[in-house]
Structures are given as structure tokens and as C-alpha cells.
């Protein structure tokens, strides 16, 4: 990152925005100081960037729809269950998982900030972190699916899930019609990250 | 504290934007300000209840004209300035020599030890959860009301969701308290319970049909409802 | 609306910048504006209640933002572009005008009947009190809830004073109702009542001792107090 | 006001801030399509830079402590009461005058937008307008005060007063000790605007 920073800066070295040079200035001074690890925000980074996101969350849906026992422990345990897969740690202590039906549909969100559950989603896209989301879906949840394109009948009731403490929540979504012959990896690909959230459904290609 | 950040419910903020294929990180310095924050760049936050506390207390101007990782980088600036390991003269000196001299690389610091016990520790994280003695006051079935709160300092009760009647749907055990926590006056672990609210109890008249709202309570931001 | 100009209550504002000998304007356009606002220049806004909402209406970030005539301007700017008045192309290039050529004088137009007019309608103001012929539902001295109204519209219940318990301490007749009023949709009157609300009712723990506020609510925003 | 805006453009030309130019540029658009009188805005500000202003408070308040009979019409029907002086109009169409005493003290203000008794009083400071003000007095009104210099015992009952609809308030305070010998005139000259919204007491010189 560093490396690039600084190609970035060789080749349109005006091209820097306001945060980007204050963020170099402080990293350069806080490294000079002896208050940081490069390496170490370069891992955690590559962490984030490349190792863990939704595709832990669709590994997860995938499992609990093929093994009805082990759906049976998601439920009870989100933490543990997710830890069977190898999963969990920052942001991730304490999983629970709610379950979408023909008849309940879940959403998650965080009003006061931007809680979300890294190990199996990743960090949250800018506009799960936005205050327009942060502040409309716990007043009008259907509005706000309906600009995701879910039109969820008045039938269905709308559970939304505000992250007010410590415990994260991750949305098992219902498994699509027609997927029956289709193998846990086939349907792991399937599962969106906006589907994990409640703002998508599951849907074959 | 009753600050801009405790947003639910409000209008105004417009539509949601949705960007297709978004990338983990936007720019390169919003990987630097990310790391910065997690390896306890400069002064760590003695909590994560501290840090979010730290990042409600911006400006109130800042807070609403700021992206995300906008915020963090602040937030990482205050401390290091209020800790007395940055100055301020000394951060825009830094900024005017790389405007003036864009070449200059950031310096480096190598320390694996510290990269592998970083990284180790976002692979076991900072459970919340505390053994107590005092039994949970609340079971699971209880109708509840949340209590009118308004401290100076940190909450996780928003303001949306006070004095509001709703039912226990689960219990969590003891969880570290942030109200305390994140000023640094103890962890005074407390049962923890998920209440679930209904539209029409939050918002009245114009609630949208068959919805409710589940929050993550403490024990004493609730009373049993004996209406 | 739940806007932030719905601000009792909140913290981060920091500490009332008091000026001693504070003169009416503190810049000559403020005199301008505050002109153009009440001479209806433009656009005149329908009622009070109109102009109020357009100026909640305003994004929050500019609300935080501008100072108190800054915000009327943007309002009048916006009134008359919507209304087609104005074009923002047309603002802009005579902005660039008066940049490049700051010589060049604001054209004046002389109206003394209208400028009679409008001292006269100052004067004698725009006294909202109206006759109805339903009789009032509470008397002086009842006790009443407040509702928790969060219509998307214009509101004078502000979020602080939601659900609370008080008492019916004066009764106005009735009046013009802002909610209603606001939207074009009829003048409505409402019995007006002056609610007292202790400090504790609405702030719980953190309230400062032996105090009351003091709101004026229309019927419709309270129930009486049954507990 | 326009000829002392362009003579200002004239010798300070490059001074314009932001605002001022804007309001230049819609004036002067305004003006040519015929939508505004540029006199009835010079009498309208002259109104309330030169007639209106905390004085007439002021007056009022100094007949009420003179003549007891006067005060009883003015705490009962303020509206009629200050009209017998000749004051009222816009933004003082339904006033009513909250009354200081040793046990009481009334404060007010409007937390919704910034509402104040224009014909008494005139046009509100920056301060009562300001975010801070409608902010705090609602919440911590001693906290307030005391900033305003103002240390009120607890034994005092503080009364603020939101305006939330068009009626406006008006605090009478409390009459100075040892002020018996002077005239009403002499009265109304102490009497400041700050001791009008209840920020502040009436105090001889």
C-alpha cells in the first residue's frame, strides 16, 4: 500500500485529496516516532481485503441449507456453528443468526454507528455505513427494501435487527426454488452479501 | 449523549446510494487509516466503546460532512494530538512538505512480532460477554419499557428507542457495559437482552404495517412494564 | 419532519458565543435578505408555516452549516427556482458579473404603495387565533400525554417533548395548525394549549433540579393522562 | 442599504463574501423582472434597525412596575396590555408576559426555528438563534444561566418557555432593589434585552 501510495504520488503527485495527505502525513509521523507497524497495517488490510468477506456468510447459508442439523446449531449458536467452518474474531464474538421465512423477513442494520459482522461479511459497504440507511430503515424498513427492489408483501412481517451492543447479526436467507439438485458450492455462489444483510433475496442465475 | 451520530428515525438524509461492485477501500489512504485504527496506530482506544465514543464526540458539522474513514482518520488525529504524540504544527509541517515535495515516501517500520500478534488477535477478537453472579432480572416473554436516559456521556440506547414498550426476545448473558466502559470507569458487566419494538410503538400513526425493531439492551436501560 | 433543526435537547453544540453590544446586522446583504424575506420578494411563501418547513427542509448539512440568514437565503434562492422565477444558470452568471464586475450596482425598483403596504401589514401582523366552533377537550389544569407523532411533514411537536406527561397550565382558543397548514392543506384550527413538562418528565435522571418547560401543542397533539 | 452595498463594492471590491454576493446576484435578478421593491426592503429593515427594538420591553415593563393596575391587564391579556402602549404586529400577534419573582424565574426561547417577540423586543441576537441556545436551554437550564453570569439557587424554580406555536413570551423581571425613587423613564433605560428573554436581571447602575 505504502508502495503504491508513493507511485501514486510520483505520477500525479497534485492529485492527492485532502484525507490522503493528512493520512500520510500522520502515518509518516506516528512510523517516524516509533508508534506503528507498516507490516502491520499492511496485513490487517490484506486481511480485510482479500481473505475475509461474504463469501464466509454464503459458505455458511450454503452448509445450514444442505445439513439440516447443522442449520439446527446455527440457530441456536451462531457463534459456534460459524466457528465449525473456521470463522469468527473481530466483530464476530458473539453471532446470532435470524433465519428469513415465507413469512418473516429479517434486515440488518446499525443506527449509532456502523456494527457489522466482519468475519463473515467483511467490512460493510459506504452505504450500509450512510446516514440515510442508518437512519430511514428502522422508520420505514419497506420503503427502504422496495429501493433495493424488494416489494415484500404487507403479509410478510419485517423483523429489523439494530446492533446495539455487541452481538452481530447475520440473515440466513430463504434457499431459492429450484435449487434442489444444485451442491453446497454451487449454492454458496449464489448467496449475495446484500441477501447476508436482508436487503436481497437468493436467486438462481 | 444526544449527538448527531444517533440518527435513526430522522429525515432528510436523502436516498441510499447503491454502488454495484464496491471495493473493500475506495482510495489508498482509507487502507492506511483502516489499518492505522486497528493496530492501535498512535494511542489505542482503551475500548471500542471508547472509540465510538471518541467518534460521537466530532463536531457535529464534521461528523455529517465526513465519510466514514473521514471520521477514523480524525478520530486517530485527536488522540494522537490529545495523548501530546502529534502537535498540530507538527501535522500540517508533514502535510506542506509532501505537497511541496510529493516524492517523499512514507518511512517504514517492520516489526513482525507485532503484525503476527495483530493479526492473531482479530482472529480471536474481544468477546463481551462476563461471568456475574446477579441473576438476569428480565426472562425471556417479559414486556418491558425502556427508560428515558439521557446521559452526558456514552449509550447504546438511541434515542429513537427510549420510553418505548416492548417484549424480551432473548437473553445474552452479562456483557461489558459501554455506558461505563467507554469512560473508562469499568466494565460493570450487565445482562444483556434483545427487545423487540413494534413500528407502531416507535413512530405512531405512520409506522409502516408488520414491522419491529430488535435492539441489544442493558439491564438497566430497561423496567418491567406493568401497564 | 425529524430534521435536525429539531435540535432541544441535543448535545455537541458547544458552549452560547454571546456578543455585547450585538448590532441588528452584522453584514449589509443580511439586511438584504432579511428584506427580500419579509417583503415576499420572489416567492412569498404561502404562510409562516410554509416558510418554516422550507427552511427544515434544507439539506442537514447545510442547515448545520449556514448562519441564520443564510439559510433564509437559500430559502428565497430555492423558492424562486422552483417556482421557475429564477434559473441556477442565471444565478451563477450574474454572480461571475458582479465578481469581474463588482462596480456594477443593484438596479433598484421604487413601489411606495407596496412599501406602505407592507409596513402597514407589519403592524398589524398575522394573527393566527381563529373562531371554531368545537369546544376545547381539556380544561386548565388537566394532566395530558403528549402523542409520538413523526409525521413526514411539518410538525411544532419537537421529538423531546414525545409521549411525555404534563399538564394543561393555559388555553389560547384555537389557532391555525401548523401541520396542516404548512402543506397547503388548509388552515384546520385547533384549540392551542400552553403544556407544562418537569424537567425530570423529560430528561429522567440527568434533569436539572426544579425546572419545567413550557410548550404550546395543538388538541390533536395530546391524549389526556389516564394514569 | 443598496447605496452603501455598492459603495462598499466600489473601495472594497474583492471583499464580497460568499453570501453577499449571492444575495447581490438575486436582488438585482429579482429587481429587473419586477418582483421586488427595493424601497419597501430599505423600510423594512429600516423598521427594525431603528424603531423596534428591546426599548419598547423596556417601556413596557417600566409602566407595569409603576402602575399596578397596568401590570395586572399586562400578566392577563399581554397582547392588549402592550398594544395600550402602541406596540405590536408581526411576531407579536399573541403575546402573554411570564413574571420574575424571588420563587420563579422564566426564561425564553424556541428550539425549532427562532422564534421571538419582534415588537417588543426586535429581532433575536445570534446567540438565541444559535444551535447552542436552542440546544442546551431546554435540557440544562442552570447550566445556561449560569454561563449568561446568572446563579440562580436551587430553591428557584426555573420556567423556560419553547415557542412552539405564534404565541409570544415576554419575562417581566423583577424590579430592582432600591429603585423607588425613580421615574418610569429612568426605569425603562435599565432595563436590558437580555433581562427581557430571562438571560439576564435587571440591575441598577
Known sequence: ?205 | MNGVHDVGGMDGFGRIEYEANEPVFHEPWERRVFGMALTGAGVPPKSLDALRHELERLDPLQYLSSSYYERWLARIENAAIEAGLLSRDEIADRIKLFTTDPEQPVPRLEDPERTRQIAHALRTGRPTLRRVRHKPRFAIGDKIITRNLNPRGHTRLPRYARGKRGVIVAHHGAHVFPDSNAHGLGENPQHLYTVRISARQLWGDTAQVKAHVHLDLWESYLEPDKA
Chains 1, 4 share one sequence.
Not at chain 1, 502515518?27 to 490487517?44: N, P
Not at chain 1, 463469501?55 to 456453528?81: F, I, M
Not at chain 1, 467452518?85 to 423477513?105: A, C, S, Y
Not at chain 1, 446495539?164 to 458450492?185: C, D, F, N
Request: glycine share 8%.
Open chain 1, 1 to 205: 500500500m505504502s508502495k503504491q501510495e508513493s507511485r501514486q504520488g510520483h505520477h500525479h503527485p497534485r492529485s492527492l485529496s485532502g484525507p490522503a495527505l493528512r493520512t500520510k502525513a500522520i502515518e509518516s509521523l506516528l512510523v517516524e516516532k516509533g508508534l506503528l507497524a507498516s507490516d502491520a497495517i499492511d496485513r490487517v488490510v490484506e486481511i480485510y481485503e482479500n481473505e475475509v468477506g461474504p463469501l464466509n456468510g454464503a459458505k455458511v447459508v450454503a452448509r445450514a441449507w444442505c445439513d439440516p442439523e447443522y442449520k439446527r446449531r446455527l440457530l441456536r449458536d451462531g457463534t459456534s456453528a460459524i466457528a465449525e467452518l473456521g470463522f469468527g474474531g473481530m466483530q464476530g464474538e458473539h453471532m446470532v443468526v435470524v433465519e428469513n421465512t415465507p413469512r418473516v423477513h429479517n434486515v440488518i442494520c446499525c443506527t449509532l454507528c456502523s456494527c457489522y459482522p466482519w468475519p463473515i461479511l467483511g467490512l460493510p459497504p459506504a452505504w450500509y455505513k450512510s446516514l440515510a440507511y442508518r437512519s430511514r430503515i428502522v422508520r420505514e424498513p419497506r420503503a427502504v427494501l422496495h429501493e433495493f427492489g424488494l416489494d415484500l408483501p404487507d403479509s410478510v412481517e419485517i423483523r429489523v435487527w439494530d446492533s446495539s451492543a455487541e452481538i452481530r447479526y447475520m440473515v440466513l436467507p430463504q434457499r431459492p426454488p429450484g435449487s434442489a439438485k444444485l451442491s453446497e458450492a454451487q449454492l454458496a455462489s449464489l448467496v449475495t452479501r446484500d441477501a447476508l444483510v436482508g436487503v436481497g433475496l437468493v436467486k438462481l442465475p
